[in-house]
C-alpha cells in the first residue's frame, strides 16, 4: 500500500497470470490497480482489484489504499500506507465431477462470502534504488464448509513481503534493474523471487526471474511511448 504515489503521477496496472495452461480448472489471476497523489507530493490514494480462480473456487480482494509521503532528503522519500478493503470467495462444487455422488460434502456445498480485511506497508525509494517492507492482509479469516464449524475450507494466512531493487548505467544505452522480493508465511518455508532485468535505450528491456525451489522464467517488454509499458513472462 505504501507504492501508491511514489511516482509522483496517476498510474494503471493491469496484470493476467495463466498457469497450468490446458489443463480444465487451472489457476488464473488478474490483478488491476490504480494509484495517484492527491494532495501536493505528500499523500496518496489508491485502488486494486486481485482476482484469482482456480477450480471451483473464486477469490476476489477490493482494496482502497491511503499513503502519506515524507522527504528524507533531496532525492529521497519515505512513505507510510494503509489498506482496507473486503474479501469475496464463491465456492461451486458442484462443479466437480465426483467419484461418489452421494459425498455429502460436496453436494449442492455453492457458497460465497465476505469479509473485510486490511494492511499495512512502508516504502522507501529514490531515482536509483527502492526498499519496502509491508503486510497487506492482516486479519486471518477462516472460512467452513457449508453448515459445519469444524471443516475448513480454507483459512488467509498473514503474509509478510520484503523488496529491494535498484537501477544501475552500463553505459549511455543499457541499464540493469535487479530486485528482489522476500516472502515469509508462517508455516511455510521463506519464499525468495530474483529478477534481473537489461534495459535498452529506455525503450525495450528483457530479463531472467528465479524463485527459490520452485521456477525459472523469462520476460520481455517494450515502452510504446513515455506512459505506457507492455510486457510479457513465461
Not at 62 to 89: A, C, D, Q, V
Not at 167 to 183: E, T
Request: proline share 4%; hydrophobic share 35%.
Amino acid at each position: 500500500p505504501a507504492y501508491a504515489g511514489s511516482r509522483g503521477c496517476m498510474s494503471f496496472v493491469g496484470l493476467h497470470r495463466s498457469q497450468w495452461a490446458g489443463f480444465d480448472g487451472a489457476p488464473v489471476t488478474q490483478i488491476i490497480s490504480m494509484n495517484s497523489p492527491v494532495y501536493k507530493e505528500n499523500f496518496a490514494m489508491g485502488l486494486s482489484y486481485n482476482g484469482d480462480r482456480i477450480g471451483p473456487i473464486k477469490s476476489n480482494v477490493f482494496n482502497l489504499m491511503g499513503t502519506y509521503i515524507m522527504r528524507l532528503n533531496e532525492t529521497t522519500k519515505l512513505s507510510f500506507g494503509l489498506n482496507g478493503g473486503f474479501h469475496s470467495l464463491i465456492s461451486s462444487f458442484d462443479q466437480l465431477t465426483l467419484t461418489s455422488a452421494t459425498d455429502a460434502t460436496f453436494i449442492n456445498n455453492n457458497r460465497s462470502r465476505l469479509t473485510p480485511n486490511f494492511g499495512f506497508g512502508t516504502y522507501c525509494f529514490s531515482q536509483k534504488w527502492y526498499a519496502g517492507l509491508s503486510s497487506p492482509r492482516l486479519i486471518e479469516n477462516t472460512y467452513y464448509v457449508k453448515g459445519s464449524r469444524d471443516m475448513k475450507l480454507m483459512k488467509n494466512k498473514r503474509h509478510y513481503y520484503m523488496i529491494v531493487g535498484g537501477i544501475f548505467n552500463v553505459n549511455n544505452q543499457i541499464q540493469l534493474r535487479p530486485s528482489a522480493l522476500v516472502k515469509s508465511v508462517p508455516g511455510a518455508p521463506i519464499q525468495l523471487d530474483v529478477t534481473l532485468q537489461a534495459i535498452y535505450n529506455d525503450l525495450f528491456w528483457v530479463g531472467l526471474t528465479s524463485r527459490s525451489g520452485d521456477a525459472f522464467g523469462t520476460m520481455m517488454g517494450f515502452n510504446i511511448n513515455s506512459n505506457l509499458q507492455l510486457g510479457y513472462a513465461y
